[in-house]
Structure formats: C-alpha cells, structure tokens
C-alpha cells in the first residue's frame, strides 16, 4: 500500500486532519494538525479511546535511538528529537523545515506547534524554538500553578 494511503486510512481520518499535501519526502500540514500529531505522541498512541499507534511504538519513538545531530543537534528517537531530561518521559519535538514544530512536554501535558514562513531567519530554527522554549512554556507554567495570565 502506498504510505499516503496507508497515512490516509491510519492517522489523517481517524485524527480528522485536513488532506496533507506531499512534496518528494516533505508532507505539509496545517499547524492544528501537527499539534493533533503531537497530542496523538503525548497520549502513547491513543485518539479517542483507539489505539491509531501501538503504545510499545509511541513510547520507543520518544527514547533515544539515535546519536542525533545536524539540524537539531539533539538525540533522535523514531521522528521525533528526544531533549535530555530526567523526567519519566521525555519531552520530544519534531522539527521541520524552516522552523516548523511539534514541542511536547509531558509534564504539563503540553504540545506546542509553531509554523513559519520559511525564510533565511526561520531556517536556523532558533526563532520558533526560542518562543515555545520562553514565553510560551513560561505562560503553561503559570496556568497550571493557577497564576494569573
């Protein structure tokens, strides 16, 4: 089966995402679906009480399987860039080009998705991940300690 297909009839209808276009090994999706794939990874694979993704699978995705490297210069898991931690599940991002991301943080059961125009500046990556990393984390943390916004 063609893996769009096999995508379709697995992830895009069971999550409702909109049709992801595919460019050569590039997919495309809007940011409320990336963060839906983030949720998707935070919840080991469950979606509505189905299991879209083997909960053996989404916890390995998440372990470092891999040294890493270029462009993140993280551990990699199964598509996902795993930052060292002590927690007992990592926080985990997929980062695409051009500053596109999924941040998930487990501890405050957080995903965060970002996508940008892609440009020069977005293509160090380091503007999205400053804002999720700062202001965005910052402002999660204060929710759930019941602080004002």
């Avoid at 083997?54 to 390995?60: K, N, R």
Wanted: no cysteine; aromatic share 10%; hydrophobic share 45%.
């Amino acid at each position: 089966m063609p893996l769009a297909d096999y995508a379709q009839q697995q992830l895009v209808a069971p999550l409702g995402l909109a049709a992801p276009r595919y460019q050569g090994s590039i997919v495309h999706l809007r940011t409320l679906d990336m963060a839906k794939l983030g949720q998707l990874y935070l919840q080991r694979g469950q979606w509505n009480g189905q299991t879209l993704v083997p909960e053996a699978f989404a916890d390995a995705s998440i372990q470092v399987q891999h040294a890493g490297g270029p462009p993140v210069g993280l551990p990699y898991g199964y598509l996902w860039w795993v930052v060292p931690g002590k927690a007992a599940r990592p926080t985990f991002m997929a980062s695409g080009f051009g500053g596109q991301f999924i941040w998930v943080y487990p501890p405050l059961d957080l995903v965060v998705a970002t996508t940008s125009t892609v440009s020069p500046e977005s293509g160090q990556r380091g503007q999205a991940l400053q804002l999720i990393r700062n202001p965005v984390f910052a402002a999660a943390q204060r929710r759930v300690a019941g602080e004002p916004r």
